[in-house]
């Protein structure tokens, strides 16, 4: 119900999306949102956006670099991520909720490897 893709090997500075498209149950979420998960570590909020309204919520880490959208026509959710550094090489995950934060989505898909060289 949710697939993402757009992981890959990339230097750092580069540029990677992502993307995350939604189906079935997941329509009934407001919330979207990403997280991700680096080697022997939890699995960290990254960005949110609030389906209704558009708001957006992200993790200091990644503000001014990464950048959450989502195309309603295509069910799909995206994450620009810019100038990108080692320390942001994890599996990434899109989830889907109606709450704000980890414990707030219901709905999570298989992660997308994003690996950034130095």
């Known amino acids: 119900q949710l697939q993402a893709s757009g992981g890959g090997l990339v230097q750092a500075g580069g540029s990677l999306r992502l993307s995350c498209a939604a189906s079935?149950?997941?329509?009934?979420?407001?919330?979207m949102g990403w997280f991700r998960q680096g080697p022997g570590k939890e699995r960290l909020f990254v960005a949110h956006i609030v389906l209704s309204a558009g708001n957006t919520y992200y993790a200091d880490s990644v503000k001014g670099r990464f950048t959450i959208s989502r195309d309603n026509a295509k069910n799909t959710m995206y994450l620009q991520m810019n100038s990108l550094k080692p320390e942001d090489t994890a599996v990434y995950y899109c989830?889907?909720?109606?709450?704000?934060?980890?414990?707030?989505?219901?709905?999570w898909g298989k992660g997308t490897q994003v690996t950034v060289s130095s």
């Open positions: 989830a889907a909720g109606n709450r704000l934060g980890f414990y707030g989505m219901d709905y």
């Open positions: 079935g149950r997941t329509f009934s979420s407001n919330i």
